[in-house]
């Protein structure tokens, strides 16, 4: 069973560059997230997806963008990377919204 | 603020020793989730309260809420060493769109 899986595990990117993070679950469920953990900082949600074909912003939305095509894949992509998009990110889903989380590993994104 | 706030940031304490963590919030909830996490991995979900609910109990953990005062209490009897982890709440705001809201954690140290 993998559950959730996230890719890549670590990335070092440069300032200005294209990056797209990808998540995918094989659990069918409806609702999808991103968050990104900052030290001190807790996680902050950046986007979610209640169903395939929509999607909504969290907290911090500005500088990133997602997709929810299919039930099972929910790529959050940083069209142009700054270094205050250094974090951990980690993807989650959840059968419904409101229900239990389900998180992947994260992506530990370095952004110089 | 719809996050869960915990306290304390963080707690050390002997292994046998029983550990409770808080969590305040400031809106009307639907549930509330505990989750865990260690170090360098995703969060693992461990407890879910509903707002009818005033205690739960899942092996050596008790969680009580107390929607009056907005709070929830984590409880970890008999601790152990592998306890040692981040703990956060999320409440679930019965406003928006059913995402959780996650706060900064408690660290929790079990000294073997």
């Known amino acids: 069973i993998a559950g959730i899986t996230q890719a890549p595990t670590s990335q070092i990117l440069a300032a200005g560059r294209r990056m797209t993070l990808r998540c995918t679950q094989d659990?069918?469920?409806?609702?999808m997230y991103w968050y990104r953990q900052d030290l001190g900082l807790g996680l902050r949600l950046i986007h979610y997806?209640?169903?395939?074909?929509?999607?909504g912003k969290g907290e911090v939305p500005d500088g990133y963008s997602v997709s929810r095509a299919n039930t099972d894949d929910f790529p959050l992509t940083l069209a142009s990377a700054v270094p205050s998009q250094t974090s951990v990110y980690f993807c989650?889903?959840?059968?419904?919204?409101?229900?239990?989380?389900?998180f992947g590993a994260g992506t530990r994104l370095s952004v110089l | 603020s719809q996050q869960g706030e915990e306290d304390p940031q963080a707690l050390s304490i002997q292994e046998g020793e029983n550990a409770t963590m808080n969590c305040s919030y400031k809106?009307?909830?639907?549930?509330l989730q505990w989750y865990r996490q260690n170090s360098g991995r995703g969060l693992v979900h461990l407890i879910l309260?509903?707002?009818?609910?005033r205690e739960k109990h899942s092996g050596r953990l008790r969680v009580t809420l107390d929607t009056s005062k907005k709070s929830s209490s984590l409880l970890i009897t008999a601790s152990r060493a592998a306890d040692t982890a981040s703990y956060f709440c999320?409440?679930?705001?019965?406003?928006?769109?059913?995402?959780?809201?996650f706060g900064t954690g408690t660290r929790l140290t079990v000294i073997p």
């Open positions: 989650a889903s959840s059968d419904r919204p409101g229900d239990i989380q389900y």
């Open positions: 659990m069918r469920h409806n609702a």
């Open positions: 997806s209640n169903t395939a074909g929509t999607t």
């Open positions: 809106t009307s909830i639907n549930n």
């Open positions: 309260i509903r707002s009818n609910e």
């Open positions: 999320a409440p679930d705001a019965r406003t928006g769109a059913n995402n959780l809201f």
